[in-house]
């Protein structure tokens, strides 16, 4: 960043600049929304203190022990995408890209956890964009052995934030 300076005449070098610059940086990955009591969480919306929503639309648990979640996702205003840019989803059903990818890319951002925070596997989902911000998922997750009980699905992510990040320059010679 240039800075210019006027310094008297004769004046060849600064002992010292100090200042601050401004920095827009990613947290690390956090959980941003989180449906707690998860069984009984259909038609309840959770939203984020940062911006954003978890609706839960529709919560089922199969004879296997599978639990089916339909859910709404409003993502928080910010300049990272759920996926990242140039991918191709393709959930369940179409050979190219595997479906498995689709799925590890939505195991990034929503977990179905218990109460000892260990996640459910991800098996199968759905994805159906509403709008820009807002995408409604059909996830289907096999719980781990001992079939615990499902507790809450945590939505995850990245915030943007501005930090202040100072310098300090010493002897700076002057043109």
Request: proline content about 10%; cysteine-free; glycine content about 6%.
């Amino acid at each position: 960043m240039p800075i210019r300076l006027h310094a008297p005449e004769g004046v060849k070098r600064l002992k010292e600049i100090r200042g601050f610059v401004a920095a827009e940086v990613l947290t690390p990955h956090e959980p941003l929304i989180t449906v707690e009591d998860i069984l009984n969480a259909a038609d309840k919306t959770v939203a984020g203190k940062d911006g954003g929503a978890l609706k839960v639309i529709e919560v089922k648990r199969d004879d296997k022990g599978q639990v089916i979640l339909r859910v709404a996702v409003e993502k928080p205003p910010a300049r990272q995408a759920a996926f990242p840019p140039g991918m191709v989803v393709v959930f369940n059903g179409d050979p190219a890209p595997s479906p498995d990818a689709a799925v590890g890319a939505i195991v990034q951002f929503l977990t179905l956890v218990d109460e000892k925070n260990q996640a459910f596997k991800l098996i199968a989902a759905e994805d159906n964009a509403l709008d820009a911000q807002t995408n409604e998922y059909r996830l289907t997750y096999q719980p781990p052995a001992g079939a615990p009980k499902p507790a809450k699905l945590v939505y995850s992510g990245r915030r943007q934030t501005t930090i202040d990040v100072p310098f300090v320059l010493k002897d700076v010679p002057l043109p």
